[in-house]
């Protein structure tokens, strides 16, 4: 039983994921769902980052227009990956390592499509469930991961992503569901969550 079990959990480390993730700032909505940029949050950066390198995802995507916001995401990746930080922490420095800051997600699918040679699906979430039609459950993203398909899966930041932007996306995971109807769970706890039904073991 053991000797099973150890062979399916190399077998599952040995495969190649093909998996990418985005914390989108714009187009998002604010509590009265208006469309606005958000602010980046560096806990979110960190943090995030942490995860993807924890899942073995291939690169995470910081995505804002705001060339203020796009300095300060670079001011910490160059902190952490050639400054003194670099030297102070080196896990942190081979998380940082994975984060790209772009200023959209087409772009963010340009830079994946020239990486692997064709366009990625894209998979929103939500924390509200979306048409029947484009929603899919955490296990049939996770076999479209397994199969070996780039995949971008984007996040939205403030109170989600705007409508209009998960309309373009080909799949919308399901939301997460909790035990009440209280739904209001960080970007990072999120993306932690989900993370973990895709990836992980």
């Not at 980046?40 to 073995?56: E, G, K, N, Y």
């Not at 160059?78 to 080196?90: I, K, L, M, P, Q």
Request: glycine share 6%; proline share 3%.
């Amino acid at each position: 039983m053991r000797r099973g079990l150890g062979s399916a959990a190399t077998e599952f480390q040995r495969r190649v994921m093909r998996l990418y993730i985005g914390l989108v700032h714009y187009p998002v909505y604010n509590k009265n769902f208006q469309t606005i940029a958000s602010a980046i949050t560096t806990l979110d950066v960190h943090d995030i980052a942490r995860l993807a390198r924890t899942f073995d995802v291939k690169l995470f995507f910081v995505i804002t227009p705001l060339e203020d916001q796009q300095c300060l995401a670079r001011r910490i990746y160059r902190h952490w990956t050639v400054g003194f930080g670099a030297e102070y922490n080196r896990h942190r420095k081979e998380a940082i390592e994975l984060v790209r800051v772009v200023p959209s997600l087409d772009k963010a699918m340009l830079a994946i499509g020239d990486k692997e040679g064709k366009a990625p699906l894209v998979i929103a979430t939500a924390a509200s469930r979306q048409e029947r039609n484009r929603s899919i459950s955490c296990e049939e993203a996770r076999c479209m991961i397994e199969d070996d398909l780039p995949v971008l899966l984007i996040f939205g930041t403030a109170w989600g992503l705007e409508r209009a932007l998960i309309d373009t996306a080909d799949y919308v995971l399901e939301p997460i569901r909790g035990r009440g109807s209280y739904n209001h769970l960080s970007v990072r706890a999120a993306v932690a969550i989900i993370l973990d039904r895709l990836a992980g073991r």
